[in-house]
């Protein structure tokens, strides 16, 4: 085979797997209306857990130095005019609109999306999602809904958790590198952000979300040979919601500000 | 009751079923038997369309499965239950929620009495004590007959045992057998039962299937299976010391 035919080939196994990602988000979307129902509930809330307090550590970690790291950078620059006051606004800005969901989304993608699809191709080499199948429950209502709503609910939750100790951890180098005090740090914080730059981020989120549990249970559910394939199926997955996330997030940016 | 018509299947670039013809009548224990790697498994998945024949039907009484879909493919497999080879339990919920899981799905049932159905499949099998345990805390022999119960509480009309006794000890295996032998006699259920263990088979079987390199080999009541002039078959059944001298004398000679 030669080169262009390959990289024909791999176009093509890239847009059919994307036409069976989005299928299946189709298939879990529909059944959303079973939330509620005996089977699920509990295992909703259960998910909403499981990737949203077990993350929460990592995200503290990543969201304070972020904070911490913008309000240096930006600091730095802003204190040859005299301006680093407006560290507050630099750092709220940055977070609410791009950082605070991107951020937020790589650690859910590196923890909990490589983590679904492990246990996700676990089942399926352990004929466990055959079994769901013999016993005619279907496995994206059963495995892929509750986790698609548990993640699409608890995203936005995490990301508001992230700017808030990211704007933290820019109010402590603001006072202690910058000689900012706190209160002309956090007045500046809300005096130029506005809702629209929360509420843009949020719906990053959710999309961040759905973006996670929808490349981690595809590539789980795609798993074959054994546990050399889940861990390939495991690798993908961050790979593919990481670079998805990226280019998602520029697109979201730029159908909200022009 | 469930018929194989000339099944082909290739997996991983090598030929596994070779035209299979099967037919297992209403009723019937039908053990099939033969080396590992010679398509047990495969067969058994072609029961119901967790594989699809390369070449070749399968037929469930009037309908074929492998060309079913959606409503009518859930209508047949709903006539099954399946214990796989490796128990398939889900292993975030307990044994006994596991046993009771096809019902909580599938029926409208209240969830106390789905607990007294499971708790009474469980003591079937043996393990009456297991209902809270986790499936990672059992031995693989009782998630085996974890899995067994799960198969059954549907009350099917066709179960599927993927070697149901291997890894058990031999008191529990017979156990085993008697529960497969009684859903026969008592129920009038269809069996396919697929064991390495020839013991269960000569025990409880209507017939047996002996598959070699994706064919049937050997076929017939226990009786003429072990009478078959086959080598495979003499192999396999000495294997076990059985023979047709008869296994002390065999091993006395030893
Ligand atoms: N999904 C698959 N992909 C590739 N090859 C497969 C697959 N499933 C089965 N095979 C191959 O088909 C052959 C038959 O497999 P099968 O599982 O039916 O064996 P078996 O008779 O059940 O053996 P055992 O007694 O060890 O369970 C094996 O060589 C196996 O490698
Ligand atoms: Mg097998």
Redesign the pocket.
Known sequence: MNAWARVGREVLLALRNTGRALVMLGEAIVNIRHVFSRQNRYETIHQMFVSGIKSLGVITVVALFTGMILALQTGLELRRFGQEVNIGTAVTVVLLREMGPFMTGLIIAASVGSAIAAQMGTMVVAEEIAALEIMSINPVRFLVMPRLVALALIMPFLTMYTNAVGILGGAIVGYTQLGVSFTAYFDNCTRFAENKDLFVGLFKAIIFGVIVVTVACHQGFATTEGAVGVGRSTRRTVIIAFLTILTMGYFITRMFYK | MIRFEKVHKR??G?V?LDGVDLQIEPGETFFIV?A????????LKHMVRLLTPDAGRVWVGDDCVSTARGHKLEQIRSRFGVLF?GAALLNWISAGENVGLPLLERTNKPEHEIEKLAREKLALVGLAEAYDKMPAELSGGMRKRVGLARAIITAPEIVLYD?PTSGLDPVTSRAIDQLIDSLRRELGITSVV?T?DLHSALAIATRIAM?DEGRVVALGTPEQFIKSPNEKVQQFLESQYITKRGAWEKAAAL
Not at chain 2, 36 to 43: E, F, I, Y
């Open positions: 997996l991983g090598r596994v033969g590992s790697g010679a398509g047990k498994s495969v067969t080879q070697e697929v390495h598959l």
